[in-house]
C-alpha cells in the first residue's frame, strides 16, 4: 500500500494491510487501475472527494497501444499525450474511403502522468469480492464507501465475442509500402493477406507511434472467438510480404486479445467503467477514449449523485450493442462491403455512431442510413440477425 494522505482526515497513512482500519469513510473505491480506472480516480480525486483506488500493481506501465479520433479527446488533458496525430485517417474496403477526421495516437506514458495519484489513497491488493458497500480485500481487509467503480475490464472465455490482433513494429520507410500512401490506416480489408472470402476476415490496422515506428496489425474486428495469434501472425506475414515489406524477425510485437462484451453478472449498485462498461463499443473495440470522457460522469455521480449514465446514453448502448451483434451475423464476405457504406457516410454521422455516447438521434439515424442504403442481401442479414439476438426495439428500421 502507498503513503498517501487521506484528505478526509489530513493524516498520513500506515501501510497496514487491514484497509477498513485505514480508510474508514472514503467517498469511492475504485477497482483497476488501468486507464479507466486510473482516469475515474483522478477525476474524482480533482473534483475534492476522498478516492481509494484498488489494484495489485497500480504503478505498471502500460505497453498497448492506445489510439482515437482526436476530437474525442477531453479538454482537460495536456497536449502532449498525444504521441502523433494525422489530420485524416483511411479506410479500405472494395473502395478506397478518406475520413476526413483526426486520429490520435497517445503518448501512454504522458497519460499516466497526466493522470495523478496525489491525492488518491492506493492500495496495493487485490479484490476478491465486490459489492454495492464495499470491496473485500485478498488481504482480508475490506474497504467501504457510498460509491464502488469496477474497472477490472472483462476477462475472455467461451462463448465471449472478442478482438485479437498481431502486430509489429517497423519503420516508416519499411512501413511505406504497405501503408500504400495513408498516413494513417484505420481499416484496410484488402484480401492480399492470403485469405478467401469463406475465412474469417482480417484487416490490416497501420499508425504511426512517432517520428521512427509505425504498427502494421492485423486485426480480427470480433469473433468467437476467430483467429489466433499464430493464424494472424501468418496473415499479417503474406500481406505484407505481398506489398513488398520484408521482416527479419527481430521486430517488437503486439499481441492483442481482448472480449468484446462485458462480464455476465455484474454486482447491483455497482458503478463500471472501461471494457465492463458501455465505455466499451461492441463494433469497434475502442474504449479508452470513451472511458476517459466517462471519468467525469463517474466524479459527478460520487460530488453530486448525478447519474453516470443518461437514459440517451443508455439507448445508445442498446443500440450499440445491436450493431455488435448485426457484425457478429453477418456472413464473412460480406463485412468489407458493410465498413464500405459506413464509411461512405458523411463524417457528422460516422462520428455520432463512433463517438456520440448520448447523441441518440444522431446515433439512430446513422444506423438508419446505413440500413436504408444496404443492398437486399445485406438487409436480410441484419434483419435475421436482430430477429435472432436482440431484445431491444428497433426504431430505426423502416
Known amino acids: 500500500m502507498d503513503h498517501r494522505r487521506d ?19 472514503p467517498d469511492a473505491v475504485v477497482i483497476g487501475a488501468g486507464p479507466a480506472g486510473r482516469a ?18 497500480p504503478d505498471r506501465r502500460w505497453t498497448q497501444t492506445y489510439a482515437m479520433w482526436d476530437d474525442e479527446l477531453p479538454g482537460w488533458l495536456p497536449a502532449d499525450v498525444r504521441a502523433t496525430t494525422t489530420a485524416s485517417a483511411t479506410v479500405v474496403g472494395a473502395r478506397r474511403h478518406h475520413v476526413a477526421r483526426a486520429y490520435t495516437v497517445l503518448d501512454t506514458e504522458a497519460v499516466q502522468r497526466a493522470l495523478t495519484l496525489d491525492d488518491v489513497s492506493v492500495v496495493r491488493d487485490v479484490a476478491v469480492a465486490v459489492d454495492a458497500h464495499g470491496v473485500t480485500l485478498r488481504s482480508g481487509g475490506r474497504v467501504g464507501a457510498p460509491v464502488i467503480v469496477d474497472a477490472r475490464g472483462s476477462a475472455v472465455g467461451p462463448g465471449v ?19 500504400d500512401g495513408a498516413d494513417t490506416l484505420v481499416m484496410d480489408w484488402r484480401r ?41 501472425a501468418a496473415r499479417l506475414q503474406r500481406r505484407l510480404r505481398n506489398r513488398g515489406v520484408t521482416l527479419t524477425g527481430d521486430e517488437d510485437v503486439e499481441r492483442v486479445r481482448f472480449a468484446m462484451a462485458p462480464p455476465s453478472g455484474l454486482p447491483a449498485g455497482v458503478e463500471v467503467t472501461g471494457a465492463r462498461s458501455a465505455a466499451l463499443h461492441p463494433a469497434t473495440g475502442y474504449s479508452v477514449a470513451s472511458s ?26 442498446s443500440l450499440r450493442r445491436l450493431g455488435g451483434q448485426v457484425l457478429l451475423g453477418l456472413p464473412h464476405e460480406d463485412l468489407a462491403d458493410f465498413f464500405d457504406r459506413f464509411f461512405s457516410l458523411p463524417v457528422a454521422a460516422q462520428r455520432a455512431y463512433l463517438s456520440g455516447d448520448d447523441d441518440l438521434p444522431g446515433t439512430a439515424r446513422a444506423m438508419g442510413e446505413l440500413f436504408r442504403g444496404a443492398g437486399a442481401r445485406h438487409r436480410r442479414a441484419i434483419v435475421r440477425t436482430v430477429g435472432r439476438r436482440a431484445r431491444v426495439s428497433v426504431p430505426w428500421l423502416p
Open 292 to 317: 476517459l470522457r466517462r471519468a467525469d460522469a463517474i466524479a459527478g455521480h460520487v460530488v453530486a449523485g448525478t447519474p453516470v449514465t443518461s437514459r440517451a446514453g443508455a439507448a445508445v448502448a
Open 161 to 179: 465475442p472478442e478482438q485479437r490482433a498481431h502486430g509489429v513494429i517497423v519503420r516508416p520507410e519499411v512501413a511505406s509500402a504497405a501503408l
Open 40 to 57: 475515474a480516480a483522478h477525476r474524482i480525486a480533482v473534483a475534492g472527494a476522498a478516492v481509494v483506488l484498488v489494484d495489485p500493481r
Open 192 to 232: 492480399d493477406n492470403g485469405t478467401d472470402p469463406r475465412d474469417h476476415p482480417t484487416f490490416l490496422y497501420g499508425v504511426h507511434l512517432d517520428d521512427d515506428r509505425v504498427l502494421l496489425e492485423e486485426t480480427s474486428l470480433v469473433g468467437e472467438p476467430g483467429p489466433d495469434q499464430a493464424d494472424l
Open 7 to 25: 484528505r478526509a482526515r489530513r493524516r498520513r497513512t500506515a501501510g497496514h494491510r487491514v484497509a477498513l482500519t485505514v480508510f474508514p469513510s
